[in-house]
Nanobody, 115 residues
Framework: VRLVESGGGLVQPGGSLRLSCAAS????????MSWYRQAPGKERELVAT????????NYASSVMGRFTISRDNAKNTVYLQMNSLKHEDTAVYYC?????????WGQGTQVTVSS
């Protein structure tokens, strides 16, 4: 299993970013996918989850209405569209999947919200 995130960067408050996570090594369309984030000095937290076929999504209350998780099963990719970004969204963002009881993480992509 391999998860590779991309799309992070520096953005001003109120701006937008779109993160991507390219997955391989498992049957992507069979598994729910999640995004987590970890800010400096804080524990890793769940940001959003999407079901295997994309029909069900769940969000942390802190990002609801601003972030959108989606997936393209033909491309084995999950996305996180982040709008109206705030300073407190600054973190390393990780892609996550549980395959046959084992947990897998990507290497993470840094998102910095700063003016």
């Amino acid at each position: 299993v391999r998860l590779v995130e991309s799309g992070g960067g520096l953005v001003q408050p109120g701006g937008s970013l779109r993160l991507s996570c390219a997955a391989s090594g498992f049957t992507f369309s069979n598994y729910a996918m999640s995004w987590y984030r970890q800010a400096p000095g804080k524990e890793r937290e769940l940001v959003a989850t999407i079901s295997s076929v994309g029909g069900t999504t769940n969000y942390a209350s802190s990002v609801m209405g601003r972030f959108t998780i989606s997936r393209d099963n033909a491309k084995n990719t999950v996305y996180l569209q982040m709008n109206s970004l705030k300073h407190e969204d600054t973190a390393v963002y990780y892609c996550y999947v549980v395959v046959r009881g084992l947990r897998y993480w990507g290497q993470g992509t840094q998102v910095t919200v700063s003016s």
